[in-house]
């Protein structure tokens, strides 16, 4: 079964860091690119960041550009997002989700998300 | 970055009841664009890649159709389950864009 499962949200002081993870199972990892998605309490989908397959291309929203750095590690079959600087805005719960391809395509399988709060 | 709009926000309707949303971008996407619903408290699920392709396992009720800045994904018949919010998404280039997101209620 294809999984994907994040783990390491939680409360954090604005200014603060925190990494996420995502570990992936039930696919060939390395074949695909692989994003994250956030989504603040009661609102809408906002992606955040992609990274392709090699891990050599990183892509990410304005809102989070110089902020937050993706990464993967295949030996470990895992997805990472370096959240720093962190902002009340950026309280959302976040999805770890996994293109179709190794293109920029859409989002075929996602996680159930892990909850960042960004509070004092 | 591309734009994406979707009207209507919100719609009201029955069960067995014929239901289009529209989704449209700031610039042609061609068919760089897929469809999801999302329930409360679950992660979305793809309906529709590539503007008109239904993703497997999704029921044939769901269809997808158009290209470059206009799309609609029409639901033949609801189902109670499909009461649900609707996002659309395109794909053509970095930034990826959502839509504001369609939510279908009961009537």
């Known amino acids: 079964e294809v999984q994907l499962l994040e783990s390491g949200g939680g409360l954090v002081q604005p200014g603060g860091s925190l990494r996420l993870s995502c570990a992936a199972s039930?696919?060939?990892?390395?074949?695909?690119?692989m994003n994250w998605v956030r989504q603040p309490p009661g609102k809408g989908l906002e992606w955040v960041s992609s990274i392709s397959t090699s891990g050599s291309s990183t892509y990410y929203a304005d809102s989070v550009n110089g902020r937050f750095t993706i990464s993967r590690d295949h030996s470990k079959n895992t997805l990472y997002l370096q959240m720093s600087s962190l902002r009340a805005e950026d309280t959302a719960l976040y999805y770890c989700?996994?293109?179709?391809?190794?293109?920029?395509?859409?989002?075929?399988?996602w996680g159930q998300g892990t909850m960042v709060i960004v509070s004092s | 970055d591309i734009q994406m709009t979707q009207s209507p926000s919100t719609l009201s309707a029955s069960v067995g009841d014929r239901v289009t949303i529209t989704c449209r971008a700031s610039q042609s996407i061609t068919t760089w664009l897929a469809w999801y619903q999302q329930k409360p408290g679950k992660a979305p699920k793809v309906l529709i890649y590539h503007a008109s392709s239904l993703e497997s396992g999704v029921p044939s009720r769901f269809s997808g159709s158009g290209s470059g800045t206009e799309f609609t994904l029409t639901i033949s018949s609801l189902q109670p389950d499909d009461f649900a919010t609707y996002y659309c998404?395109?794909?053509?280039?970095?930034?990826?864009?959502f839509g504001p997101g369609t939510k279908v209620d009961i009537k």
């Open positions: 039930g696919f060939t990892f390395s074949r695909y690119a």
């Open positions: 989700a996994k293109f179709r391809s190794a293109n920029p395509d859409a989002f075929e399988i």
């Open positions: 998404q395109q794909y053509d280039s970095y930034s990826l864009t």
